[in-house]
Structure formats: C-alpha cells, structure tokens
C-alpha cells in the first residue's frame, strides 16, 4: 500500500471477508463545503482502525455516514462484502455498526435501564415489566464487564459513564463494527484509560473498531492501520508499524504551503490594547496570558476542547466564573456582559454562527446593525436610511452576496453569512476583534475575502485575536501564535518560528 | 392622474400587497366578505322601509368591527409578546383588574368635570395594566420560569384581586365615560365608531412600534435567537420586561374601553379573552416559537375571528356549531400559514444553492 495523490488506493481483494468495511469513491456535500471527496479505502475485519486529519478533514463524516447518521451524496459502502447503505443510526445498527461519538443521544430523564431498552420495552400487555428491563440492561452492561446502576437517571452520570452506555447499547445489540468519534475528548484521565481497556476486550472478541481521532498517543496505543484524511481526501491507509508520529502529522498537514502567501500586512504594531493576566475558568482553561498590539493579529491554536473559545467567552464577558485580571488599553477592566465588553471596544465573531452569530429569521441586513441600532436612531426610530447606508457599505466592502440587504439570513450562503456577522462587529468600530474559527464551513472564495479582510483591520490598526484550527491560517495571518492544550497556554511561537509541524506537536503534545 | 395612471398605481399597490405576509389573510377576509355579500340575504328597515343587506349595513359592520376591538387591542400586545418567544396568559385578567379598579375608583372619587373623569380613568387602567405587565416581566426574567407558568399563575391572581376587591358587584361608570366611548362625531345616532377606531390606532403605533424603532427590532431578534443577542449586546431581561409591560399596556387601554363602552365593569370580564387573543395572534401569522409576527396581522387575525362568528350568525347556521368551526378555522389558518412559509424558505434555500 502506498500514498495516493486522490485515494487511489488499489485494493487487493475488495469482497474478501476478511475486510470489515470498504468504502468506494464515497463523497459528501454540505451546504457550502465539499465535506468528503471520492474517499475509497478497506478496514479489516478485526482491526482497530484510526482515522486521523485536522479539524475539518472530514473524518468524523466518514464514521457518521458509516453509521447512518448522514448519507453520502456519492459512492459506495460495503459491509462484510455486502452493500450497505444506512440512511438512519437504528438501520445501521440492525446491521451490525454502531457509534460512540461527543454529542451523546440518550434521554436524561430516564434511568440508564430505559434507555437501554428503549427501543423494545419488556411489556406484559400494555403494563412495562420492570425486573425483566433491569434484568436486560444489567445484562447488556455486563457484557462490556461495565458496572453500573441501572436505576439511575442517565442525566446523572459523567459524560464517561455515557459513553459506556453507549457502547453497551451497541455491543448489546449486536454491533460488529463500532465507529469511535473522539471518544476520550471530554474525558478525563482515568475515563480515558477505562475506556482504552474496554476497547482491548472489545477487539479480543472479534469487534472492529474506527477510531476518529488527532490525539497520538491514543492512535499508537490502539490502533493497528491508520487512515490519514486531509481536505476530505483519503491521503493514506497504512499499518501503524511502518508510521512514526512525525510521519502522521506530516500526512495530516501535508497541504502546500504556498497557496498561503504569509503577508507581512505592514502594520507597525502600536499600543497594547488587549492584556490578560492569570485567566482561569471552571469552563475549561487556566492561568491564561497573553496580550494583543494595535495592529497585531495574534493566533490561537489548539485541538477541539482545548479551551480556545471558552477563554474568548470570557474575555467577551460570558463567562460569569471566569477570575484573572483584563486589561484593555492599558485600563484594567471587569467585564460582566457582552455589552461592557462592547462598550471597551471589544467583539467577538463567535464560533457557532447560525447559534450564537445570526438571528437566521431576520433580514441580512437588521443582522448587520444589530449591535449598533441604538446609534442608528433618533428618539428610538431607526433612520431607515442611514441604516440601509451602513448595510450598503459593509455588504460591499465585505463582498456579502444577497439579493437585497433585505433578503433573510437563513437564505445566504455559510461564506455570505460569516460575513454578516464579520460586518455586524465591523460596523461596531472595535478595536478588540476575536475571531473564533472565521472561516469554519466556509468556500474557498470567501474564505481567502475574509483573509484579505482580516490583514486589512490588522493594518488599520485593530488588535486580532484569531483562534483557528487551520493551521496555514494562522501561519498565514498571525503575527505569532500561542498555542493551547488542554486549558493552558504550552506555547508561543513568533511566526518566523512557527511551522505547521511545530504547531501539531505543539497542540498534540508529542515531542 | 389619467385613468392609466390610476390603474398603473393600482396594480402596483395590488402587487405589493400580494407580497406580504398578510396577503393570504386578506384573501380569506375578502373570500369571507364576498361569500356574506352573497348569501346573507337582505331585509325591509321598517323605519324607511327600504332593503337593507343582512351584513353590508353600517350597524353590522360596526358591530363586528367592535366586537373585534377589544381583543384585537390585546392581540397587537400578545403579538409583541409572542415575537420575542414569550407567551402571556393573563391578559384578559389584567383586563378585569384594570376595569373594576377604575370603575371604584371613579365611584369613590367621583370628579365633576367630565375632563377629569376621562383621564382619571385612563391612568387608572394603563397603569394598573403596566404594573400587572411589569410584574408578570420581572417575575419571568428574575424566576427563570416559563412565561406560560408564570402568566397562568398570575392570571388566577389577578383575577383573584379583581374578585376580591370588586366583592363580585359589577360597577358602573360615570356616564361622561360612556359619552366618550360612544361618541358618534355627528354621524347617525346609533354609530359608534370610537372602538374601531382605538383599534386601528393600536394595530398603528403597533406596527410602527415593531417594524420602526429599535426596540422593536431587538424583540425580533430576541425572539428570532436569544443566544445570539446576548452576544450582539442586547439587554435581554430588559426587553422582556418591556414586551410584557406592552401587554399589559394594551390590556388596560382595552379594558378602559369596554368599561366606557359598556357602562360598567366586573370582575367576570373578558373571562377565556386570552385565547381569543393568542388565537387571533397566531392565525396573523405569529410563530410559538418566537421571532415572527406582525401587529397589522394580528389585528386582521382578530377580524377574521369575528368575521367567522358573524358569518355565523348572519348566514344563520346552527349556531352550536361556532366553537367547532372557529377551532378548526385556527387550526387551518395556522397550517396554511407554515405550508407558506416552508415554501418560501425552499425556495431561499434552493437560491442559495444556486448562487
């Protein structure tokens, strides 16, 4: 086996049986990005199977449409030499695959035994038969020798307890292939290795396995092949002994460097504006400092639960717990609520737009100047005109593309509705802009407008604080990058240092 | 203007109208009217002895028109309310409160002038009904609780007050009021516009109050995304006590005017208004689920309630069946209205692919 330029892995013996799952030349389109791209390549029966990539390779649609949760637009995937096309989690799982995965679907409210048995509830006549339930879901549970209180209420247990549940759910209802997305991302340490033994005696008893997952450590302790995903295309399937970590991270980043032109935006840096000293949150990160110049743009790498977006919550005022000392403009500061934080000039460009960035049911253009309509007024009636001015200016310096500043959010494009909530803190003049993942979801068109957009405030003299997970990105924008793992600061490299490869082994935490 | 131009504004004006959100509304008026125009049938005016339509009278039209006022007030409130995702239960109980209350204390005061009598009573009842409005908006934001328990539990309350404090008598109101609300501005003697004409003032400054002014603007998107606002900036608690406030505002003057209109007040008053008053805000058209709604919606919602009831009546059904009819009516109305918009936003959706 050898690297493809597309995923043109040849395969030996496709319909073999000893080949768990294949995929053949599977592609995915999601509104806006080409998720998957012609993704073929084989698992064995047996294996513990890594699949590896950025943030956004794609591999976590892989596994979701392996196991019914999404469909794919094209190609084809064989299970134990058999089609298979689930276009529902349950029919995936009657044939045989189930998922671990973060967003854990359970009802709270019902014991860890109602949920085992939810989907055929032990009944005599209409009247639920409750010894007969427990006595199913203890035995479900002691199938994966987990020990656990099937008359709790699920909503009780730590996300690890979860997980075991989940997987028992799946192994008792007779998954041979389980697809495993970041499992151990909400874990802790202990969870974790609870977890890794589980999956051991799993794999004793003949269940493949799909781990989804950047973390090293993980994939060299489990895994037996791994699959390196990159912009949604199969890069490599190879067995773990011929690979190092160097070796997959080169696999993971490999893109080419020159089709980012690392600008020097030309901006001397001027005043501190923006310092944070000794941040720390229940919500995820500790002891956080840092400080961003006038005309600095400062990147913030990490993988997904870092605590990247939960310290930006807290400078922009979301984060009630949040203790450690802000200074903005050499004024140290309190901020208890988005609207201080917007009053000292500061904005956020969210990570979740259609949850946190945009009102999806307003016009493109009340999402422009929501932050700012007060200003807009006179004795509190909008004056439409000046309104529609500012909407006119923004739309077009920021290329938005809708029919009319009144067409709905919900309508425009994920690029055209980054750049409403890009405009919505333009239009706000602030001095402070933390922008978290700008360009997540985003065509490569507007993706590189945004790009221009960012080196253009930079020079004008507002301090960026960029959190991204793409890496040329930050290589690309960042005046220096500081790189977070696990809550805290491990890093910061000064962009004439900074290379793809020292950022990986940075975040990941490999030598 | 030439005949040409005329009918050129015309279309123009049709056009336009056929692109809004109450489009399909004033059809099902129009259809409505149309069907009345046909098939009410006529009678002989025994004072003139001349043909009169069974509907298209003025008194007819008027009756209707001011049966719907009172609610269609509340209903421009309840809209507000239902746009930024809330809901408020206890309006019609707001609206005894501020009644009786002002009816005893025009008792108790008793003023000379019927000057003073009309804006005693104004403040009375817009006041009582911010103060119930207030309190329900603090008792939502500063509790956490759904604005369904918390209105269904003032609803009880207030009506309780209004039970208590009136003993249960209903009280009449100085007859200066009733001049007022019966004014007929040197029309036939019998016609009573004032109500009317409240309304279409309310479903005015309503409208401008919603689609003009800033705050308005923030209950859209308070409704419309929450989340969001609050990381635009936006003073959540603060709009939603002021959406309540505005309920309970519209409950008040509405009460003033059924007391002025009607001669007296009780606590028994607009008993079940707050269904009328939901139900006239969601078939104009309101979404539950918050961010969408008109106040020139709710008000035709309200008309059309009316309308069906009146057709009713005139067209001489059996009128047992007017609960049934009006129950499925809502429900059609609401289907029809979200089988619309799932097609408008197909079709946003299908442009943005395209593009």
Redesign the interface.
């Known amino acids: 086996m050898r690297e493809g330029s597309a995923g043109t892995l040849v395969p030996a013996n496709a319909d073999m049986p000893d080949v768990a799952v294949a995929f053949r030349g599977i592609t995915k389109r999601f ?1 806006g990005v080409l998720a998957l791209e012609d993704v073929s390549f084989e698992i064995a029966a047996g294996s513990m199977h890594a699949l590896c990539g950025e943030n956004g390779a794609g591999k976590s649609t892989l596994g979701k449409i392996l196991a019914g949760v999404h469909t794919a637009d094209a190609g084809e995937v064989r299970l134990f030499g058999q089609p298979f096309a689930a276009t529902r989690p349950e029919h995936a799982l009657a044939a045989g695959v189930g998922m671990v995965h973060q967003e854990l679907a359970f009802c709270e409210n019902l014991s860890v035994a109602e949920n085992l048995c939810l989907r055929a509830l032990p009944a005599t006549g209409p009247f639920l038969s409750r010894a007969a339930m427990y006595r199913e879901a203890e035995s479900l549970l002691a199938a994966i020798d987990a020990r656990l209180d099937v008359r709790r209420r699920v909503g009780e247990l730590t996300i690890g307890q979860q997980q075991m549940l989940q997987i028992a759910a799946a192994v008792g209802h007779g998954a041979r292939v389980i697809v495993f997305d970041e499992p151990t991302s909400s874990l802790s340490q202990h969870e974790a290795e609870k977890l890794y033994e589980l999956m051991a005696r799993l794999r004793e008893r003949g269940v493949t396995g799909i781990y989804v997952s950047h973390r090293m450590e993980e994939i060299f302790r489990l895994c037996d092949t791994v699959t390196v995903l990159r912009d949604g295309r199969h890069v490599a399937t190879e067995p773990i002994a011929a690979l190092d970590t160097g070796r997959i991270v080169e696999l993971m980043i490999g893109r080419k460097l020159e089709q980012y032109f690392p600008t020097d935006h030309g901006a001397t840096t001027g005043e501190e504006r923006l310092r944070v000293e000794g941040l720390s949150s229940p919500a995820g990160f500790r002891d956080i400092s840092f400080s961003v110049r006038a005309g600095e743009v400062v990147g913030m790498a990490g993988l997904v639960g870092a605590g990247r977006s939960e310290t930006a919550a807290a400078i ?1 005022g ?1 984060d009630g717990r949040a203790t450690g000392r802000i200074v903005v403009d050499g004024r140290p500061v309190v901020i208890r ?3 201080q ?2 009053r000292l000039g500061i904005g ?1 460009v ?1 990570e979740d737009r259609k ?8 016009s493109s253009l ?1 999402n422009t100047t ?2 700012i ?2 200003s ?2 006179r004795l ?3 004056r ?1 005109a000046e309104e529609r001015a500012i909407g006119r200016r923004f739309f077009e310096r920021l290329r938005v ?1 809708a ?1 009319s500043l009144d ?2 959010a ?4 994920g690029g055209n509705q980054q750049k409403l909530v890009l405009a ?1 803190w333009l239009a706000a003049r602030c001095q402070v802009l933390i922008l978290d993942e700008p360009t997540r979801g985003v065509d490569v068109g507007a993706k590189a407008q945004i790009h221009a957009l960012i080196a253009e405030l930079a020079a004008e003299g507002v301090a960026v604080l960029l959190i991204s997970s793409e890496l040329p990105e930050l290589l690309h924008l960042a005046t220096r990058v500081i790189v977070l793992r696990d809550g805290r600061i491990v890093g910061e490299v000064p962009r004439v240092e900074a290379t793809q490869d020292g950022l990986m082994r940075l975040m990941a935490g490999v030598a | 203007m030439t005949l040409r131009k005329v009918a050129r504004t015309g279309m123009s004006i049709l056009k336009r109208a056929i692109g809004t959100q109450q489009a399909g509304l004033v059809f099902v008026i129009v259809l409505l009217g149309v069907l009345l125009a046909l098939t009410a049938g006529s009678h002989l005016d025994p004072r003139t002895g001349q043909s009169v339509h069974n509907f298209y009278n003025l008194h007819t039209l008027l009756q209707t028109a001011t049966d719907a006022s009172f609610f269609a007030i509340m209903a421009v409130g309840a809209t507000v309310v239902i746009i930024s995702g809330g809901i408020d239960l206890s309006v019609g109980s707001i609206y005894a409160l501020a009644g009786v209350t002002t009816a005893m204390v025009l008792r108790s005061v008793a003023p000379d002038s019927a000057v003073t009598v009309v804006l005693l009573a104004t403040t009375v009842s817009l006041g009582i009904g911010l103060i119930c409005g207030v309190l329900n908006g603090v008792m939502v934001t500063g509790l956490g609780v759904h604005p369904f328990i918390i209105t269904l539990g003032t609803m009880w309350v207030v009506r309780g007050i209004a039970f208590v404090s009136s003993h249960a008598e209903s009280i009449l109101v100085p007859s200066s009021l009733t001049a007022v609300a019966k004014a007929s501005f040197g029309m036939a003697s019998s016609v009573y516009p004032v109500p009317l004409l409240v309304m279409l003032a309310v479903m005015a400054i309503g409208s401008v109050y919603l689609t003009r002014t800033v705050m308005g603007r923030h209950v859209f998107a308070v409704g419309g995304n929450p989340e969001a606002s609050r990381f635009s900036g936006l003073r959540l608690n603060r709009i939603t006590i002021g959406v309540f406030a505005i309920s309970g505002l519209t409950a008040g003057l509405a009460a003033l005017l059924g007391a002025a209109f009607y001669g007296s007040a009780s606590c028994a008053d607009a008993t079940g208004y707050e269904l009328y008053v939901i139900a006239a805000a969601v078939v104009g058209g309101a979404s539950l689920s918050g961010g969408r709604g008109s106040a020139v919606s709710a008000t035709l919602g309200a008309l059309l309630i009316v309308l069906i009831r009146q057709s009713i009546r005139t067209m001489r059904f059996d009128q047992n069946y007017e609960w049934i009819i009006i129950g499925c009516a809502i429900i059609l109305a609401v289907v029809l209205d979200q089988a619309s918009s799932r097609a408008a936003l197909r079709r946003l959706s299908a442009d943005a692919v395209r593009r």
């Open positions: 509104p922009f979301l609520s988005p609207r934080a917007m956020l969210p949850r946190q960035g945009l009102v999806l049911s307003m009340a929501m932050a309509l007060p807009l007024a509190t009636f909008v439409s593309r029919h067409a709905t919900a309508g425009l494009s919505k």
